[in-house]
């Protein structure tokens, strides 16, 4: 069931928001090679708990840490760890924040030093295509215009989307109906209505979008070895244009 949101409730949930990209760009200041995911792991727990809110993702399902960190071919659900990071690396990192009741979440995907002109394509159509799907949350649309704009966009730049994970509602729960995914046709799916807060996704390879889980159980990689990007805000459908509540400013 698609839950509407009230004034109160979306006040609350973009509180949570506004400490994801608090968080998201705390992160971008720190990450270098030398560092290890570990370290940004501690730093963002420390930074979500410091903002008054707790990391959502910790012991959600069985997870074990407060965020997400997907390094290079990793997709999405990577575990921080003693890793360090190379000059050249790409560093997806996935963050959700729980306070007062209602969740947020976003992620960004981090070039590390300087990285290959094929790397900065892949993180620039990623980035794009997040916009394009945002750009088609309008009321009387449906969630399938979202998804089409960003599958049209990934491909005719020559990248693929992921089919195995998608977007989400979002609000009292940290996943709500309705799935958003970032491939499909157009005119599909529940209508767009004004109070709807989406977590919009976009996963691009730059390969195929074939997909596998490492034995840790979470990590999900690319099936042919190569890069993968991962970009995400959580989105308020209104009357007039989508608000971005995971928008730093």
């Given at each position: ?11 609350k ?38 903002n ?110 992921v ?23 157009l ?21 195929g ?7 840790d ?17 959580t ?15």
């Open positions: 069931m698609v839950i509407l949101k009230s004034s109160e409730e979306i006040e949930i973009a509180e949570s928001c506004r400490i994801v990209a608090k968080t998201l760009d705390a992160i971008k200041g720190i990450v270098r090679p030398g560092i290890t995911t570990e370290e940004i792991e501690e730093f963002a727990d420390a930074y979500i708990r410091a008054g809110a707790v990391p959502a993702f910790k012991g959600y399902r069985g997870y074990p840490a407060s965020i997400c960190t997907s390094l290079n071919n990793e997709v999405i659900h990577g575990i921080p760890s003693n890793r360090m990071l190379k000059e050249g690396d790409i560093l997806s990192i996935d963050l959700g924040v729980y306070r007062d009741g209602f969740y947020g979440d976003g992620a960004v995907t981090f070039p590390v030093g300087k990285i290959s002109p094929a790397a900065e394509k892949l993180l620039r159509v990623a980035e794009e295509s997040l916009y394009i799907g945002i750009e088609n949350a309008r009321v009387g649309n449906r969630v399938s215009d979202i998804s089409y704009s960003i599958q049209r966009h990934v491909e005719l730049n020559g990248f693929s989307v089919r195995a994970f998608v977007g989400h509602g979002i609000g009292r729960y940290l996943h709500e109906e309705p799935q958003v995914p970032n491939f499909g046709i005119g599909q799916g529940p209508r767009l209505r004004d109070g709807m807060t989406l977590a919009i996704e976009p996963m691009v390879n730059e390969g979008y074939e997909v596998l889980i490492l034995d159980g979470w990590t999900a990689v690319t099936m042919d070895g190569r890069l993968s990007a991962h970009f995400e805000h989105v308020l459908i209104t009357a007039d244009k989508p608000r971005i509540l995971t928008k730093s400013n």
